[in-house]
């Protein structure tokens, strides 16, 4: 069975995007963004939905050959292009970049592809891992907290209808005062 992960930046008060789906707040350190590129190279399989599909596939796929691309950009954006990835939507028509897409119901699938063989799972997007949430799907919570307050916008968690007891498994602080905890779900 695969392990199923559910990781984004988040602000301290929960969001993993502001209002508008504003990112600035989350620009990462070098030190941060190495260890997101190293995540990817390690993923077995990720999971998108629709909005953020729309947003990665727009950037990494061409960002290693923009003028002044660095290093770690080189790197993530091949990492990137290799890793698998299912693509859930109902309105896109194709995807490309190692990517498939499934246009029915997200649960099960991610089910049926959770109880097969492969390496971890990353589910990257707030809405879909929402969906996995209340079915008790998500194996681990990586928070990656910036030291803002953005007051509203696309939360991290979605509202339960029980709890889901977790056991902390790391805690790492990166530059600029951005922690990372990492929580198993206790089953």
Known sequence: MRRLTFGMNTSVDGYIAAPGGDLGWSAPSDELF????????????ALYGRRLWEMMSSHWPTADQQPGATPAAIEYAERWRAMPKVVFSSTLTAVDWNARLFTG??????????????????????????????AGLI??????????????????????????????????TFPGGVVLTRYETRR
């Open 139 to 172: 194996d681990e919570y990586v928070i990656v907290a910036h030291p803002v307050l953005v007051g509203g916008g696309t939360p991290f968690f979605t509202a339960l209808d029980d709890w889901v007891d977790l056991r902390l498994t790391e805690t790492r």
């Open 105 to 134: 119901d997200a649960v099960g699938e991610i089910a049926r592809l959770k109880s097969g063989d492969g390496g971890t799972m990353d589910i990257a997007s707030a809405t879909l891992a929402a969906a996995a949430m209340r």
């Open 34 to 45: 190495q260890w997101w590129s190293d995540r990817v190279g390690a993923t077995g399989l």
